[in-house]
């Protein structure tokens, strides 16, 4: 079970607009920057968003971040085929000196 | 271009041993910390060690600890998991992952897979 916890999927249209949410501890997401990964089936996770809401060059501005207290949001506008993969919220834990993932969540577009 | 490559999976008996290695070029190897992560079959994400630039301060997480011992050799731009003592559950593509304290595990490598099953 993951200290840091994500709905296991979620769903949308293309051209919508989906969120993906991820709630953790103080020890975690309360009391650091969280980054956001993009897994499509097969490959390494990509970086998606930094410091939570900063995105790497190369990343559409569909995507964008946000935190607020223990949680964070992923949102995607304008939702496309190709964002179809799984999403990892992450997070450094000072307790466990080591990174915290959330459990992931699969995006379908229907 | 910025890579990592991992090399050294293997399938191997549970109480084996497997050595990772993780070759790095593109950047300046010895100014990052570097860390692992594995992924089981159909899973998520899971944190497995970091090390600190000058190998001086190493963490690693608790399924792991005790087993597993990270390494790097900054003269060769290389990044090391000493696996021992394999269990079933270690079972998982390992990734090797650049680690920044302002983008996180901002570059990954392609993953190398470890199965540890009799």
């Known amino acids: 079970q993951s200290v840091v916890t994500q709905p296991p999927s979620a769903s949308g249209t293309p051209g919508q607009r989906v969120t993906i949410s991820c709630s953790g501890s103080t020890f975690n997401i309360g009391g650091n920057t969280v980054n956001w990964y993009q897994q499509l089936p097969g490959t390494a996770p990509r970086l998606l968003i930094y410091?939570?809401?900063q995105r790497p060059s190369g990343v559409p501005d569909r995507f964008s971040g946000s935190k607020s207290g223990t949680a964070a949001s992923l949102a995607i506008s304008g939702l496309q085929s190709e964002d179809e993969a799984d999403y990892y919220c992450a997070s450094w834990d000072d307790t466990l000196k080591g990174w915290v993932f959330g459990g992931g969540t699969k995006l379908t577009v229907l | 271009e910025v890579q990592l490559v991992e090399t050294g999976g293997a399938s191997v008996q549970p109480g084996e041993s497997v050595r990772l290695s993780c070759a790095a070029s593109?950047?300046?190897?010895?100014?990052?910390?570097m860390s692992w992560v594995r992924q089981a079959p159909g899973k998520g994400l899971e944190w497995v060690a970091n090390i600190k630039q000058d190998g001086s301060e190493t963490h690693y997480a608790d399924s792991v600890k005790g087993r597993f011992t990270i390494s790097r050799d900054n003269a060769e731009n290389s990044l090391s998991l000493q696996m021992n003592s394999l269990r079933d559950d270690d079972t998982a593509v390992y990734f090797c992952a650049r680690f920044s304290w302002y983008t996180g595990l901002d570059v990954w490598g392609q993953g190398t897979t470890v199965i540890a099953s009799s």
């Open positions: 593109g950047f300046f190897f010895a100014s990052y910390w």
């Open positions: 410091d939570n809401n």
